[in-house]
């Protein structure tokens, strides 16, 4: 408290020195280039004479005195903001403005110990105007240091209480299984509060060892309101994905707790999977993998044999249903193979550069139809029997979004009836899949067990992104959250 008075009261005493300096100096200028007008008859004769001497004021004189004028002017008021407002650092505005006020104020004084100057100055005011300046700027430069180092104790002082915060702070994370095969590194979550990883557990089991939680980090795990009731400490959740449909929102927003996803980290990595799918589609490469293993080549009578179909993407239309960061990076890359590019979007973007076309005409001209579009109500069930049927017999559909944005009969039965060429899918309605799932041994069907999301590179970003949230809660500068 006291070194807070006492920088305010630098800081005023440099701002009312400022002020007279200021006044000073203004006034010694417009009495001078008043009396400097051409009908003016009110000089003396030895002012007279020391005008006929020097001469008048040229342009350079003005700009000078013009240019120390304004400095003093911005001088003033940044000061007196810094005075109003210490925090705001209107003292490095105010400091700068001296600086340059100085530096003029010398090279004018200069002139009128020379008896150069071209302003009629009286000497005595000038210097006057010169020392309550100097005075200002070494006083400001005493209230910059002491502020710049009450700033710093306060900054270490509020690291030291977030520190010991987190160290009191306990943290639960969930589901490590689904995020490492034992190759990730979870010291940033581990730098956060006291950390305890789990795999996949039981709802019980959750609120077993949850229940003097502070923060839940979780993958899948379903967090529902009976959980949370019984974590009366829960203030933070924070989910290892971008989807958070397993997060009672409502309930969670009741209770003032947190809800933070993490967007973007898969970007690239889902992107990659679609055009592995498409590749490997477009040029029968698991069939040729399959068949030279089995020793087809070597029963050829031909250096080649292409028994299966290979196609060139250029020029196919790749219709992209969701234009969010993924649907943005498979458009590129379908573009840079020369693909017809088409999007079907519930919101028009700004500025796409690809024709934007409806869902029912996405299914009906694509020859390739990948969707990136999160679940809901309104997308439940979008990849049906009826628009299935609208498709080319050559189209092939790509859903690494989520499982029920496929009706998977349909899926089912158009794979089965030759409807569609063939399909792909990182994602199913129940996962982990069940063994009657109606997509096992669907001919034509690429299936992968929800790995779009799961690189090396983005599993990385993953853990970086989910500890840089929770740090930012902790810093009270909540970001990605997603219930307010």
Known sequence: ??????????????????????????????????????????LTDSEQTYINKVGEPDWKSYLITYFLMLFMLIGVIAIWIAVINPDKRGSAVAMMMQLFSLILMVLIFKGILDKTSKFLYHKGLYTASLVFMLFSFILLIAYALLLGKKNENNAQKELSEITEKRKNTKITVLDKCTLTVGDIDFSPLDALGNTEYFDILTKEEIIEHC?????????????????????????????????????????????????????GYSTDSVAQLVFA??????????????????????????????????????????????????????????????????????????????????????????????????????????????????????????????????????????LDEHIIAGAACDVLTVEPMREDDPLIGA?????TPHIAWASYESRVRLISLVASNLKAYQNGIPVNKVNG
Request: aromatic letters at 8%.
């Open 211 to 263: 229940k003097d939680s502070d923060v839940i980090l979780c993958n899948k795990a379903v967090i529902d309101k009976e959980i949370m009731e019984n974590c009366p400490k829960l203030c933070y959740i924070g989910l290892f994905a971008t989807g958070y449909n397993n997060i009672d929102i409502e309930a969670a927003k009741e209770r003032n707790i947190a809800v933070c996803n993490a967007p």
């Open 1 to 42: 408290m006291k070194n807070k008075k006492l920088i305010i009261m630098i800081a005023l005493v440099s701002a009312l020195c400022l002020t007279l300096s200021a006044c000073v100096y203004w006034y010694l200028n417009i009495n001078s280039m008043s009396r400097l007008l051409p009908d003016n008859k009110d």
């Open 277 to 414: 799918y498409i590749l490997n589609h477009t040029t029968s490469l698991d069939k040729y993998n399959e068949s030279t293993h089995n020793g087809e080549w070597i029963k050829s009578r031909a250096f080649a044999y292409f028994p299966y179909p290979i196609n060139e993407l250029k020029g196919k239309t790749l219709c992209i249903i969701g234009y969010g960061a993924i649907g943005k990076k498979v458009a590129k890359l379908g573009d840079a193979f020369g693909m017809k590019i088409r999007i079907a979007t519930r919101t028009a973007p700004e500025n796409c550069p690809y024709p934007l076309i409806t869902v029912d005409e996405a299914f009906e001209s694509a020859d390739y139809l990948t969707v990136h579009c999160p679940l809901t109500e309104q997308t439940k069930g979008l990849i049906n029997a009826q628009r299935l049927k609208k498709m080319k017999p050559t189209a092939y559909v790509i859903n690494t979004a989520r499982g029920a944005v496929a009706d998977e009969l349909a899926l089912r039965q158009a």
């Open 443 to 447: 001919e034509n069907l690429t299936l």
